[in-house]
């Protein structure tokens, strides 16, 4: 009996071992996965397809972005929003508060385009188009032209510092911290005249407000571009986490084709992959190494991927020297991958119910906002009764109302304006006439409309005021209001 009860309290140590051994593990890899985030990444440089696509939509954007509030349109800023005076000018466009509606319906634009392209082709815009990759990517090249490529830098930041190492660095972190400042400053001349702007950065006086969005801009762009990176994407942006709600098996996205790369291993360029039980994978890892956010996309779409393209560019450079077949990793859908479909059954499955929902959600909004630019009345009328007096009589014993026209001419060109009344007999408008207002402005004007009280029943009455363009009549508004008869 003692026997077997040493022999229990044995299998019971050995268990508890056991178990301390695996908790041990799951803690330490829950530690690693937890100070994963601290992991200085250092992405290889690639050429192909698809860095080319991302050189080239780094350049337009920042051609448009530091390019367009320099241009002139009428002899002023050609896209300046002026929140002092409450004007947003977009080339020959002038938008007031009152034209909210037009952001609102540009915003829903934008969150159909952005659900509809998601669901064809996944993160496109986070690849290619989005701020955080488009300044990281800037920023890497600022990178690897002062302290080289990746090797080199992984090695620098190993080194204790030295004076070299110290001069690398303070001649990245200078170009850095100018290049954030550029765009501070850029960012900020969207909202004052960037002329006036430059004007009193030369001089040293600039104002409080401009100094702080533009160092604030500036922080934001060196911190997230510089330091933080990929942690943007991955931890930061919340884009990365609802994405899966709008990809469906259907959905173009990067994939690795485990049928043909499985099982992986290393062989000389001459040696047969197939005869040696090999798939068409290397294992070079150099997917990984072009990664931006450090991911293996051999495991599997994740959440961190922002569908660059920098593994397919990688991958098919090896393929071909390899003498594989590129598309090793490619742009596939899952569908695609399990049932063997060709690039023409891919494409037949693009337009299905989701997409083609959001494709007539985007043209109904795009139409009716088009359309309702198009429509937009380069004018705007307010009237306010005087509250003062409701009614008063005149020497020529007429009942007189009056009213405070607030007029707001969007154009670029000043105009002229008449009123007119209607709604009562005999109804007369005695004011100053015509109204002048200057282009892009706002003008008051005062009226009074006279009615006999004869010929009018006593109480309120409804009258249409109209305002009209002397030059063009086709330009009008007309406002409703009352008339009171005591």
Request: net charge positive; proline share 3%.
């Amino acid at each position: 009996m003692g026997s077997r009860l040493h022999e229990a309290t044995s299998r019971s140590d050995g268990a508890r071992a056991q178990l301390h051994r695996k908790l041990s593990s799951v803690g330490s890899d829950f530690d690693a996965a937890l100070y994963e985030v601290r992991r200085k990444i250092h992405p290889r440089s690639v050429h192909g397809k698809f860095a080319s696509w991302r050189i080239a939509l780094v350049l337009a954007t920042q051609l448009i972005f530091y390019g367009l509030p320099w241009l002139s349109w009428n002899g002023r800023q050609a896209v300046l929003f002026e929140l002092a005076e409450r004007k947003f000018y977009i080339f020959g466009l002038v938008f007031w508060p009152q034209d909210f509606i037009f952001l609102t319906a540009l915003l829903v634009i934008s969150a159909i385009a952005l659900f509809l392209f998601t669901a064809i082709a996944g993160r496109l815009f986070c690849g290619y188009a989005c701020p955080q990759t488009v300044y990281t990517e800037i920023f890497l090249w600022v990178e690897s032209w002062i302290e080289g490529d990746h090797v080199q830098r992984t090695r620098l930041d190993r080194q204790p510092f030295s004076g070299r190492k110290l001069g690398l660095r303070a001649a990245k972190h200078g170009v850095w911290i100018a290049l954030a400042l550029w765009t501070g400053f850029t960012f900020v001349g969207y909202f004052t005249p960037i002329h006036l702007l430059g004007g009193e950065v030369m001089s040293w006086t600039l104002g409080p407000w401009e100094t702080f969005w533009i160092s604030f801009y500036a922080l934001a762009t060196y911190g997230n571009a510089g330091w933080m990176r990929e942690q943007v994407c991955k931890y930061m942006c919340p884009y990365s986490r609802f994405q899966g709600v709008m990809v469906d098996s259907d959905t173009l996205v990067i994939t690795y084709d485990r049928a043909r790369g499985e099982p992986r291993g290393s062989r000389s360029r001459s040696a047969a992959a197939r005869a040696s039980g090999l798939g068409d994978c290397v294992n070079c890892n150099i997917c990984v190494q072009v990664c931006p956010t450090g991911i293996d996309i051999r495991d599997g779409l994740q959440y961190e991927c922002i569908g660059c393209g920098a593994c397919i560019d990688a991958c098919d450079q090896v393929m071909q020297k390899m003498g594989y077949v590129r598309g090793l990793i490619r742009y596939s859908t899952e569908n695609a991958l399990r049932s063997g479909l060709a690039t023409s059954g891919i494409a037949r499955r693009v337009f299905r119910f989701r997409t083609a929902i959001y494709s007539a959600l985007l043209l109904l909004a795009t139409a009716a906002f088009l359309g309702g630019l198009y429509l937009r009345s380069p004018i705007k009328v307010d009237v306010i009764r005087d509250r003062a007096a409701l009614a008063r009589e005149t020497r020529d014993g007429l009942i007189e109302n009056v009213y405070r026209l607030q007029i707001m001419n969007t154009g670029e060109a000043a105009r002229r304006f008449v009123v007119r009344a209607t709604g009562l007999p005999g109804l007369v408008v005695a004011a100053r006439q015509p109204i002048v207002v200057p282009a892009a402005s706002t003008e008051s004007a005062v009226i009074a409309l006279h009615v006999d009280p004869v010929a009018v029943a006593a109480g309120f009455h409804a009258v249409v005021i109209h305002v009209e363009d002397v030059d063009d009549p086709a330009v009008r508004a007309d406002e409703k209001s009352k008339f009171y008869l005591r």
